[in-house]
C-alpha cells in the first residue's frame, strides 16, 4: 500500500522511515503526525484498516491505542480542577463517598491510588456497565497505601477519573472529552465511538498468545491480575467489537487519529486545553521509581508519564502520543499492527535528526 499524506520537505527522511514501516506491518497499518514551529509538518499514514487487508487505511481512519487515551481522561479532571470544581488534595470520598481506599485526587491522577486490581473475577461484561465496574472499584482494596508507592492502572485509570467526572460534573467521561476537550480543539479521539465512527474504525491485528506472553515477560505478578481481569482488554474478538468500540473504557479504548493525537499535544503546550500553571503541574513528576505494575522506572505527573525530555503516554501495541520540551515538537503515532516501539523511537529519531536535535537519551 502506498503511503499517503504529506511531509515538508525537510522532513522527507521521516517521510522515507515511515514508508519502511509500512512495507514491513502485517496486518494492518499506521498513522503518524508530528507538529514543529506552531504547525503541522507530518501527517502521513498508509496500509489497510481491516483484517482481510481489502480496504485502506485513510485520512480519518480512527485506531484505539491503548493507554495513549489515558491522558485524554486525564485532562478532563484536570479541566474540573482548573474551574475549581475538582480539588487535587482532596479525599476521593468527598466526591465518590462509596470509595473504599483512602486516596486523594492527585493520588489517582498520578496512579498512586492503588486500586489497579479486581480481587474477585469478574467477566467480560463488566466493561459494558459504567456502573456496574465502578461499583467494583469502589469496594475494592487498594494494592498498597495510596500515595506510598504507585502502579499504572492498566484497565481501571479512565473509571476511576471518568467516575470523579461524572460525579462532579453530571456528564460521562465520553461526553465531557467530546463537548470540552476534543470538540472544541477539532480533534478527532473519543472515547464510546458512535455507528458512523465504528465505520472509521481500524481492526486491530496481532494479538496473539505469541504477543501477550511477549507482553507479560518479565513483568510482576500484579501486572498479569492488572491487565487481565476482566478479560478481554487484549482479545481481538473483543476489541474489534462493535460492542466495545461503543463503550466507554477511558484507560485504553478511545479511538482516534494520529493527527488528533499529535494535535492534543500541541494545544496542551500551546496553552489551549490547561492553563499554563496546571500544566506545569501535570507534567511534574509526582511520584517516580520503580512502577508496581509495569516493573521498570518511571515517573507519573497527573496522567502523563515524564521524563527529562518531555511528557506523553504510550500504549500497549507500539501507539504513542507525547511532547518533547525540550525539542520544541509534538508527535503521534497509532498503529493497527501491534508490536514494540522501535517504530515509533525510529520515526522520533528521524525527525529529531531533521531538527538538527540529539537522540533521546
Known amino acids: 500500500m502506498d503511503v499517503r499524506g504529506f511531509a515538508d520537505a525537510r522532513f522527507a527522511p521521516v517521510r522515507d522511515c515511515f514508508a519502511g514501516i509500512i512495507g514491513r506491518q502485517s496486518g494492518t497499518g499506521a498513522a503518524f503526525a508530528a507538529w514543529c514551529d506552531g504547525r503541522r509538518v507530518v501527517d502521513l499514514w498508509g496500509g489497510y484498516a481491516d483484517q482481510g487487508r481489502s480496504r485502506a487505511w485513510q485520512q480519518d481512519s480512527l485506531v484505539q491505542p491503548y493507554s495513549v487515551s489515558k491522558p485524554f481522561a486525564a ?12 480539588d487535587l488534595d482532596a479525599p476521593v470520598q468527598r466526591y465518590w463517598p462509596e470509595f473504599r481506599a483512602q486516596a486523594t485526587v492527585r493520588h489517582v491522577l498520578s496512579h498512586q491510588a492503588g486500586v489497579v486490581v ?19 472499584l469502589a469496594a475494592q482494596e487498594p494494592s498498597w497505601p495510596p500515595g506510598t508507592a504507585h502502579g499504572e492502572s492498566a484497565l481501571f485509570y479512565g473509571h476511576l477519573v471518568g467516575e470523579l467526572v461524572r460525579r462532579v460534573d453530571g456528564r460521562g467521561l465520553g461526553r465531557f472529552l ?32 505469541a504477543f501477550r506472553a511477549a507482553n507479560a515477560e518479565g513483568r510482576p505478578a500484579l501486572y498479569r491480575r492488572a491487565s ?6 487484549q482479545d481481538p474478538a473483543v476489541v474489534n467489537g462493535a460492542r466495545w468500540r461503543a463503550a466507554e473504557v477511558p ?5 482516534g487519529t494520529a493527527r488528533a493525537v499529535a494535535e492534543f499535544y500541541h494545544a496542551l503546550a500551546a496553552g489551549r486545553v490547561l492553563s499554563p500553571d496546571l500544566l506545569a503541574e501535570a507534567v511534574t513528576p509526582q511520584s517516580s521509581g520503580t512502577d508496581r505494575v509495569f516493573g521498570h522506572d518511571n515517573a507519573w505527573g497527573l496522567g502523563f508519564g515524564v521524563g527529562d525530555d518531555g511528557y506523553g503516554m504510550g500504549g500497549i501495541g507500539g501507539n504513542y502520543g507525547g511532547t518533547s520540551t525540550a525539542g520544541g515538537y509534538s508527535i503521534g503515532f497509532v498503529t493497527g499492527t501491534v508490536g514494540g516501539y522501535d517504530r515509533v523511537d525510529a520515526l522520533e529519531a528521524a525527525l529529531r535528526d531533521c531538527l538538527g536535535l540529539p537522540p533521546v537519551s
Open 228 to 233: 487481565g481481569n476482566p478479560p478481554g482488554a
Open 75 to 86: 485532562v478532563c479532571a484536570l479541566r474540573l480542577v482548573q474551574a475549581a470544581r475538582l
Open 178 to 209: 467530546r463537548e470540552e476537550v476534543c470538540g472544541p480543539s477539532g480533534l478527532d479521539f473519543a472515547c464510546g465511538l458512535s455507528p458512523a465512527e465504528q465505520a472509521r474504525a481500524v481492526d486491530l491485528t496481532g494479538l496473539d498468545d
Open 251 to 255: 484507560a485504553v479504548n478511545g479511538h
Open 118 to 136: 479486581l480481587d474477585r473475577p469478574a467477566p467480560t461484561e463488566a466493561f459494558y456497565d459504567w456502573d456496574r465496574l465502578c461499583g467494583l
